[in-house]
């Protein structure tokens, strides 16, 4: 297998073996290990990931599992939907395991039709004018506009987005390192593949669905909508499911149409959905 460098370009030790892997994703990494393109390892956010030209598209999460960054149907073909760069060519007859390059099947058009809102589209702009915490998201606000710019997230701007949507994740978010937050968002705002944004983000401590939603929310270029309970609420759901991809992309498509349908921006469709749900539920 490749040797991995370091940033000085000093080449690092590769493992030689799965012996020295973690044995739940040593399969994977020796399945790559005749691809001249892969490198295991470094240090940091990547240290636990297998990159093709540098750039991640498989690794261990927080959780212990792994995940792929990439297509799993193009695997083998050269390439990915939406991805930045090809991925690498499975060696013939063999097959990584199903249980890490399985993913969720994509979604039927009927997928998106649990969403609907309970309140007329017309009336959407009346209820985001009476969002009443403008002041208190004006940090956020302007924080957006520069990270925007930048590419990524200084470790003082992904506190204060993950002190916003949650104070509860701040003990556990404040255990990232100024260097991986930087990684992982620089990966996460600048792939156009939509799975890779979320397992990126998530492979953060802290970061969870909601607390991605909001990341992408507010810094990516394109439209995100926060995944939120309130915002659920107000599009028909009586409480929050279980969150997986298929029904957070569901979700971004649907806010997305709805978006463009009415002429309003994504920062505007989310505060009149969690302005409805506030007056209504309380």
């Known amino acids: 297998m490749k040797k991995a460098r370091s940033r000085a370009g000093q080449p690092r030790k590769a493992p030689t073996s799965a012996g020295e892997l973690d044995p739940r994703f040593a399969a994977v990494v020796q399945e790559f290990s005749g691809e001249r393109r892969v490198a295991y390892g470094g240090k940091g956010f990547g240290s636990t990931a297998l990159k093709l030209d540098g750039r991640i598209f498989a690794m261990m999460n927080s959780k ?46 009927r997928g998106s039709l649990v969403f609907k809102l309970r309140f007329a589209a017309s009336e959407l702009r009346r209820w985001a004018k009476g969002y009443a915490y403008l002041e208190g998201d004006k940090a956020v606000d302007e924080l957006s506009v520069r990270v925007r710019a930048r590419g990524h997230l200084t470790r003082a701007e992904f506190l204060e987005l993950c002190n916003w949507k949650t104070p509860r994740s701040q003990p556990r978010c404040a ?34 669905w909601p607390t991605a939603s909001v990341i992408l929310h507010f810094c990516d270029r394109r439209p995100y909508p926060i995944l939120d309970y309130r915002a659920l609420w107000s599009l028909g759901l009586r409480r929050p499911p279980t969150y997986t991809f298929d029904f957070w992309w569901a979700y971004t498509e649907f806010s997305r149409r709805l978006a463009r349908r009415t ?5 505007t469709l989310d505060r009149a959905l969690w302005r409805f749900s506030k007056v209504r539920q309380g």
Not at 177 to 205: F, G, H, N, P, Q
């Open 64 to 109: 212990g599992r792994g995940e792929r960054a990439g297509d799993p149907d193009t695997l083998g073909r050269g390439g990915g939907r939406g991805a930045d760069h090809p991925t690498p060519q499975r060696r013939r007859g063999r097959r990584p395991p199903e249980s890490w390059l399985s993913g969720p099947k994509p979604l039927s058009r």
């Open 175 to 208: 255990t990232n390192t100024a260097a991986e937050i930087r990684e992982a968002t620089e990966i996460a705002l600048a792939t156009a593949d939509e799975r890779a944004k979320m397992y990126v983000l998530r492979s953060l401590a802290g970061v969870g």
């Open 263 to 267: 002429g309003l921006d994504m920062r």
